[in-house]
């Protein structure tokens, strides 16, 4: 890999040579920072090529101001970036896809012959490593339009501690004996989790209190169909799942208990679960009143159901939370959701258990599904002081 990048340095400097590119050498400053640039795209590119994602290319940020005001600058990722990306292209290394839409990214993609360069140096994944650049804590707050803005980390004790306890749990899961046996092509040594605060639009000064769930980890971004061949210490594995853990927290929030069976069941929507679920979670998260339901919510109506009729369906089945809907309680209610999974995974990893965190469910080996499913249970009694079930669902059978 250092090769592959140091030769694509190399003919990059003699393609500026043959052009007329560049008047003068870089300074040694500037050389380091180009070096690195290269060093990091190749990377990429071949990173792409041997862990092909479901859709899409590579979003490559071309130094816009406003990221570098919450970010960690890149040697190498600013104005200097465009023209190194032209000669890229030039010398076959990417293809580059200009976005067609504003604010869209630019996006990148490896040639074939960056791909036969890449067979031909016998290039694998035991070739990578991973260094963590920018942040580990995001906190992000939407606009009136819709537009996600990153926000600075508040300056206090507290993202400090907060900081500690994701390098502990990264440094836990880098060690970690997990594989996948399916057929996919899966980087399994993408395990660094970040995690992301939400700034509700109604809360002025930035703050840590909202929101906070764990993204990252190649298990996110597969469904249980792909997760179930992953292996933990060679043991086929299991999801553990809080159960209807968003009313279940807001009840805890009002300090009443739920009503018995499935909080999402809605007379006259038995096949529209999915739908109720999240009709309940967004009257959680709006401030003020509802007058526009998200489509992908009416759509799984049955006819005749319109989202007034939805939201009196629901407060008849849980007249209790009512002060809640249209508060953006939802916010506070992730920030415990997920400081109740930091807790999960601290103490796991006390316990020499290795789980793979999914927002409210755990992935972990089928032996220790029930010591994982109490502690579960027990660190949520702790922070909400209400009981949260888990339920459990098994993969196929090491072989």
């Known amino acids: 890999m250092s090769a592959l990048a140091g030769d694509t340095s190399k003919s990059i400097l003699v393609h500026e ?5 560049r008047k003068r050498r870089r300074k ?57 990306v032209s000669s890229l292209e030039a010398i076959g290394v990417l293809h580059r896809t200009e976005p067609d839409t504003a604010r869209f990214a630019t996006t990148i993609a ?72 399916g057929n996919l092509s899966i980087d399994v040594r993408d395990r660094s989790l970040v995690r992301c605060f939400n700034l509700p639009p109604h809360i002025e000064v930035p703050s840590l209190d909202f929101g906070g769930r764990l993204f990252g980890g190649f298990w996110q971004r597969h469904g249980w169909e792909v997760r179930q061949h992953i292996r933990i210490n060679g043991e086929s594995v299991a999801e553990v799942d809080y159960g209807q853990m968003m009313p279940r927290l807001a009840y805890a929030e009002i300090g009443e208990k739920p009503p018995e069976g499935d909080l999402y069941a809605i007379a006259g929507l038995e096949g529209s679960r999915a739908a109720v679920k999240k009709a309940l979670n967004a009257l959680l998260f709006k401030v003020g009143t509802m007058r526009r339901w998200p489509q992908e919510i009416l759509d799984g109506l049955p006819q005749g159901w319109t ?30 959701e997920s400081t109740i999974m930091c807790a999960v995974l601290l103490r796991c990893m006390g316990a020499g258990i290795v789980v793979l965190p999914i927002h409210d469910a755990v992935i972990c080996s089928a032996s220790s599904v029930p010591t994982v499913s ?10 909400c002081n209400a009981e949260i079930p888990v339920s459990v669902t098994k993969g196929e059978p090491s072989k």
């Open 17 to 21: 040579t043959r052009n007329g590119l």
């Open 307 to 336: 989202g007034t009729k939805l939201r009196k369906a629901i407060l008849c089945r849980h007249p209790s939370l009512a002060s809640l809907v249209g508060s953006g309680a939802g916010y506070r209610l992730f920030n415990r």
């Open 110 to 181: 490896p040639t074939p012959a960056f791909r036969a360069e890449m067979a031909s140096r016998q290039i694998s994944g035991d070739d990578f490593g991973r260094v963590q650049v920018g942040d580990c804590l995001r906190l992000t707050r939407r606009s009136a339009s819709g537009e996600k803005n990153r926000l600075p980390i508040p300056s206090s004790s507290e993202p400090a501690r907060l900081r500690g306890e994701i390098h502990q749990i990264n440094e836990w899961l880098s060690d970690g004996d997990i594989s996948y046996v």
């Open 28 to 84: 040694p400053a500037d050389l380091v920072a180009f070096n690195n640039a290269v060093g990091i795209i190749v990377a990429n590119l071949a990173h792409y090529t041997l862990f092909p994602p479901n859709t899409g290319q590579i979003i490559l940020p071309m130094g816009h101001p406003r990221a570098a005001q919450v970010e960690t600058p890149v040697p190498g990722f600013g104005t200097a970036l465009p023209s190194l």
């Open 374 to 383: 109490t502690i579960m249970q027990e660190e949520a009694f702790k922070l």
